[in-house]
C-alpha cells in the first residue's frame, strides 16, 4: 500500500492552525477559560470519525459495531535543547492501560483518557503506546486493537497484539501550558477513511462457525490480511513521521534561503 494513498487517513489539528497529513487527527485547542492549580489543564483524548452509512456507500456492506484500544502510556515530552525562555519541566507520563471503544451505535464517538493537571511549561512532542494488554479480566486480554461488525450482513471480528506507537510534535515544535489556560489534546481515528483503503470483503468465515475471524492465527484462514490490516497502521504511522521530517526539512531550507 503506498504511502501517498494513506496520507488521505490522518488528519492533524495543532494550536491555532490546521495541517493535513494522514487517516489519524491530532486536535490540540486552547480555551482562555480560567484554570486554577486545584483544576485540571489538560484533557487527553481518543476519537473516532466513523458513519455506517456514509462508509457503506463507498465500500461493501460493512459496518463496524466495535473499536476498542488498549493504550498503555502517554507521555509529553520536553525539548532538552529547547532555549525559549519560561519555565522548564521534564517528561510527563499518564500510566494506563486505558481501554477505550470509539464506537457506539454504529457512529465514532469521545472517549477522555485522563484529566491531569500538568506543569506550565514547554512541550514538544506526545506519545501514544498502544499494547497488549496484559490483564486477564480485560475484554481484549492479549490483543492491543480490536474491531467488530459485520461484513455483508455476517458478523466479524479482527484483532491483533502489535504493538503501534504514535509520536506527534506539535506544531512549531512546542505546546506552552500556561497558568490559566485548557488545553484539548484528542487523537482521532477516520475509519471511513481506513476503510477504503482495506478490503474487508475478501474475508471469509473458512471454519464456518458464523463469524468471520480475522487475526494472527485466524482458523478462517484470514491471518494474512490481519497483518495487512496492521501493516497499514504502522504504514500509516510511519508516513506521519517522515511527514514532519519533510516539514522540518523545509523549513531549514526556508531559512537558508533567507540568510
Not at 503501534?164 to 487523537?187: C, H, K, R, V
Not at 475478501?202 to 458464523?210: F, K, S, Y
Not at 490480511?225 to 506521519?240: K, N, R
Request: one cysteine or more; proline letters at 2%.
Amino acid at each position: 500500500m503506498k504511502k501517498k494513498n494513506l496520507k488521505s487517513v490522518i488528519n492533524f489539528w495543532a494550536a491555532k492552525a490546521l495541517l493535513t497529513i494522514l487517516g489519524t487527527s491530532l486536535l490540540i485547542s486552547c480555551d482562555d477559560d480560567n484554570v486554577n492549580a486545584n483544576q485540571e489543564n489538560t484533557f487527553v483524548k481518543l476519537s473516532a470519525v466513523y458513519d455506517a452509512q456514509g462508509t457503506q456507500r463507498n465500500v461493501n456492506d460493512i459496518v463496524i459495531n466495535s473499536f476498542i484500544l488498549n493504550v498503555e502510556e502517554i507521555e509529553l515530552e520536553v525539548d532538552d535543547d529547547d532555549a525559549t525562555e519560561g519555565p522548564k519541566v521534564s517528561d510527563i507520563e499518564l500510566e494506563g492501560p486505558f481501554v477505550v471503544d470509539l464506537i457506539e451505535d454504529s457512529s465514532g464517538i469521545e472517549q477522555t483518557l485522563a484529566e491531569v493537571n500538568l506543569p506550565e511549561g514547554n512541550y514538544d512532542e506526545i506519545e501514544f503506546s498502544i499494547n497488549e494488554s496484559e490483564d486477564s479480566e480485560s475484554e481484549i486480554f492479549e490483543k492491543s486493537i480490536f474491531i467488530s461488525g459485520t461484513i455483508n450482513g455476517s458478523p466479524f471480528e479482527f484483532w491483533h497484539n502489535e504493538d503501534l506507537e504514535f509520536e506527534i510534535e506539535f506544531e512549531n515544535g512546542m505546546l506552552t501550558l500556561e497558568e490559566a489556560t485548557a488545553t484539548l489534546i484528542n487523537l482521532q481515528f477516520d475509519l471511513n477513511n481506513l476503510l477504503t483503503l482495506i478490503d474487508l470483503s475478501i474475508a471469509t468465515d473458512g471454519n464456518e462457525n458464523g463469524v468471520i475471524e480475522i487475526n494472527p492465527s485466524s482458523e478462517d484462514g484470514n491471518s494474512d490480511l490481519a497483518d495487512s490490516i496492521i501493516d497499514a497502521f504502522d504504514e500509516v504511522i510511519d508516513a506521519f513521521e517522515d511527514s514532519f521530517d519533510e516539514e522540518d526539512e523545509d523549513d531549514d531550507d526556508d531559512e537558508n534561503e533567507e540568510d
